[in-house]
């Protein structure tokens, strides 16, 4: 590269000339913006960094919410899910890549076909994340909140996590859902849980089996409470917490779902952006706009924004599912 | 361009086995957690942990030289890029960490309670 070599090129000069950094404008400015969401992200996982190493002792175990592999229920499957996730977006970087490597040799149908089979991950990454966002919502096993905010989980005497609906009694009452019309200063609710406060602590106290697992990690693991701690703890609990949303999830801290929400919806945010940017750019191959031009830089540029989103989701998958 | 011409078909196969790989490795030791690194405790962290930050930053390389073609790119550009982020980076996550640290040890050994 260097000032000399690009004089066959006119696009290249049409968009700000070679420089002194042997890049074009275009370029340039996508490397520019790369950098400048880098640190975004950087941000955004070391804000996760700060809550984690504050509530050192109190975190969810990221490998106890990510169980869920589709078509095979029940059967818990830590991470198979977002490797599954990772490979696809890596794959579809690779064909990305790919695609930039035809361009060079000024081959519209490879372009073309690369670009297709790029969109086509994008999607299924897509997908995935969406199933993944569904099945955290929906929560499996439920929990209890204690007036001071902590997440009460339940296990049976060997440690193995007890869904509500195993042991909660259903009694005779009747909660009705709150709802602005009828609220004190307007306040509503959500759906209401399947079972109510009383409903879970008096199935526990039926259920001599059962214990409450407490968020605390003493030597790696959650803390399971004996049966008389477990239910002096229940006395003072507030809700049933079913899934999660941005207020209380049943995982543990409620910082970990405001997060988990955050960053790998902005990360899907991003990944929708490529694959829009990506259809764009497949059409001009098609049209045949970057034959006229003489040169595929565009698919260059697009292929620079959508390896940066797969350079985040590395990261993202180490930070939030393995570490 | 000097290189516009020539096929990287080959380079490209060969970075997706490597980052393969080290995807696999990272979640077979995700789900395994052999107990010598698990529990091992170093800088702040577990052995474990830090394998799988170094296996992180391997695979950014690639991603990084192979794909986003850094490595092709003239001296200049490479450093403008990589020089801030990896500054930067470090910088913040630094004080952030430290920051996050000692509000831990506040809450454990302070006064204040806040876990009931």
């Known amino acids: ?323 | 361009m000097a290189h516009a011409h020539e096929s990287n078909t080959k380079r490209i196969w060969v970075v997706f086995a490597i980052l393969s790989v080290i995807t696999t490795v990272e979640v077979a030791l995700g789900i395994v957690k052999p107990d010598a690194l698990f529990r091992a405790h170093f800088l702040s962290t577990s052995l474990l942990n830090w394998i799988f930050i170094i296996l992180t930053i391997v695979k950014a390389y690639y991603i990084v030289w192979a794909f986003m073609h850094l490595e092709g790119e003239t001296k200049g550009l490479r450093w403008s890029i990589v020089a801030p982020l990896v500054f930067l980076i470090l910088y913040i996550c630094f004080i952030l960490l430290v920051e996050g640290d000692y509000v831990y040890e506040v809450y454990k050994t302070g006064q204040i309670k806040w876990n009931f």
């Not at chain 1, 590269?1 to 370029?27: F, Q, R």
């Not at chain 1, 991950?121 to 993944?132: D, K, N, P, Y």
């Not at chain 1, 195993?166 to 200063?185: I, S, Y």
């Open chain 1, 1 to 323: 590269m260097g000032a000399t070599v690009t004089s066959h090129d006119e696009h290249a000069l049409l968009d700000g000339g070679p420089g002194p950094l042997g890049a074009t404008y275009g370029k340039m400015m996508m490397w520019f913006f790369i950098v400048s969401d880098a640190l975004t992200f950087s941000g955004f996982l070391a804000a996760y960094g700060f809550s984690r190493f504050k509530f050192i002792e109190n975190w969810p175990i990221a490998d106890e919410v990510f169980t869920h592999f589709p078509f095979l229920h029940g059967v818990p499957a830590p991470m198979y899910y977002v490797a599954l996730m990772t490979f696809i977006l890596i794959f579809s970087s690779v064909t990305m890549v790919l695609a930039v490597d035809a361009g060079h040799q000024m081959k519209k149908g490879k372009v073309a076909f690369y670009m297709f089979l790029t969109i086509i991950g994008g999607f299924i990454f897509l997908g995935s994340q969406a199933w993944e966002w569904k099945n955290f919502i929906k929560g499996e096993y439920g929990a209890i909140e204690t007036k001071g905010g902590s997440i009460l989980q339940f296990v049976d005497k060997d440690g193995k996590r007890v869904a509500l609906h195993e042991f909660a009694k259903v009694m005779p009452e009747d909660r009705v859902q709150l709802t602005r019309d009828k609220g004190f200063w307007f306040t509503g609710e959500s759906a209401l849980p399947s079972y109510s406060v009383n409903e879970v602590v008096e199935g526990f106290k039926a259920h001599p089996n059962v214990l409450v697992r407490s968020e605390q990690i003493v030597d790696k693991e959650k803390v399971v409470l004996s049966r008389e701690e477990s239910l002096e703890r229940l006395a003072s609990a507030v809700y049933v917490v079913e899934g999660a949303n941005l207020i209380r999830n049943e995982y543990g801290h409620k910082l970990f779902a405001d997060f988990f929400f955050f960053i790998t919806g902005f990360h899907g945010f991003h990944v929708f952006t490529g694959v829009i940017l990506n259809i764009i750019i497949f059409f001009n191959v098609i049209l045949g706009t970057y034959e006229k031009r003489k040169s595929y830089e565009m698919v260059e540029k697009v292929g620079l924004y959508w390896h940066f989103v797969d350079l985040v989701w590395v990261f993202v998958f180490t930070f939030f599912y393995l570490v």
